[in-house]
């Protein structure tokens, strides 16, 4: 009898082991599964973070472009001011430079003048 229960649950238990062998494989497959999914994940956030932050780097850089075009703005009048009073001292220095100049020839000239009269 002992015998004929043995061959009959046979079968079952074959069944039985290929159900567990099955349970564990499912339960590894889920488990690489899973894995995968959080590793997926975490390069996601990675990514995620590296645009974030690419973001917020490309933002301060406009803020400071913006403040130095502001800036810049700001400092044109005063620059053009500074270029214009360079532009009339520059304006009278050559004047001046030709003033002197005429004064020179004049002065040469009258001296040459004076030399020929000593000659004569």
Known sequence: VAE???LQ??????????????RGLKKKVTAVL???DAALQDKCLEK???IRTAEQVNNALRKKIQEYDR???AALPAI????EAW????EELR???????????AEHRRQRGEDEVRDR
């Not at 053009?80 to 270029?83: A, D, E, G, R, V």
């Not at 004047?95 to 020839?105: A, G, P, S, T």
């Open 9 to 22: 649950t046979a079968p079952h238990r074959a069944c039985d082991t290929a159900c567990v062998r099955e």
């Open 48 to 50: 995620s973070e590296a």
């Open 95 to 105: 004047r001046e430079n030709e003033r002197l100049l005429r004064e020179r020839d």
């Open 87 to 90: 532009t009339r001292t520059v």
């Open 80 to 83: 053009k001011k500074s270029s």
């Open 71 to 73: 800036v810049v703005l």
């Open 34 to 36: 899973w894995a995968a």
């Open 4 to 6: 004929a229960t043995y």
